[in-house]
Each structure stands twice: as C-alpha cells, then as structure tokens.
C-alpha cells in the first residue's frame, strides 16, 4: 500500500518541468490564500463578532466572509479593507524577499 506522501512524490516526478512550475506557482497561490483566511478569521475574532455581525458591518452575506475564512474565496483588496474598517483595524501590505 502507498501512503499519500509516496504517491505525491512519484505524481511529482512524472511531471515535466513545464507542468512542474505551474504546480508549484498554484500551490504558492493556495498558501497565500490560506494565510488570508486566516488573517481574516483571527481579526474577525479578535473584535469579537460571529460571522453575520462582520457581514453586516462591511454590507455583504455571511457567505462571503465564510468564503473567505475556509480559502474556498480569494478576497479583493476592497474586501480586506472592508472587513479591517468593520474590525475596527487598519490594513497594510507588504511585499517581502523570497
């Protein structure tokens, strides 16, 4: 039996370069994604307000914020903004080295 791990490296190494560098810029682009659900779920929390609380304050559904905090949705720079602002938070950006 094969574990998950051995059938990613075997999956990874038929690969040619070509599809090898589109995996691994989608895999960032899912980490980043992620790293955002999780900023936007910790702020939410840290101003105490459930879901529908946040929605309400930035003029949206509950399921856009749910969206946005399971990774299923990248949000906009309008939407982070938003939900800063409906946190009671300021947004900032930054670009680091690699």
Same mark, same amino acid.
């Given at each position: 039996?094969?574990? %998950?791990?051995?059938?990613?490296? /075997?999956? !990874?190494?038929?690969?040619?370069? +070509? &599809? $090898?560098?589109?995996?691994? =810029?989608?895999?960032?682009?899912?980490?980043?994604?992620?790293?955002?659900?999780?900023?936007? %779920?910790?702020?939410?929390?840290? /101003?105490? !307000?459930?879901?529908?609380?946040? +929605? &309400? $304050?930035?003029?949206?559904? =509950?399921?856009?914020?749910?969206?946005?905090?399971?990774?299923?949705?990248?949000?906009?720079?309008?939407?982070?903004?938003?939900? /800063?602002?409906?946190?009671?938070?300021?947004?900032?950006?930054?670009?680091?080295?690699?």
């Amino acid at each position: 039996m094969t574990n %998950y791990t051995e059938y990613k490296q /075997a999956a !990874l190494a038929d690969l040619t370069a +070509a &599809e $090898r560098e589109v995996y691994d =810029q989608a895999y960032e682009t899912a980490g980043v994604v992620m790293e955002l659900a999780g900023i936007a %779920y910790q702020a939410r929390i840290d /101003a105490g !307000l459930t879901q529908a609380q946040l +929605a &309400e $304050r930035m003029g949206t559904t =509950q399921s856009s914020v749910a969206a946005v905090e399971n990774g299923s949705r990248t949000p906009t720079v309008n939407f982070l903004e938003r939900l /800063a602002r409906a946190c009671g938070a300021r947004l900032t950006v930054s670009i680091d080295a690699a």
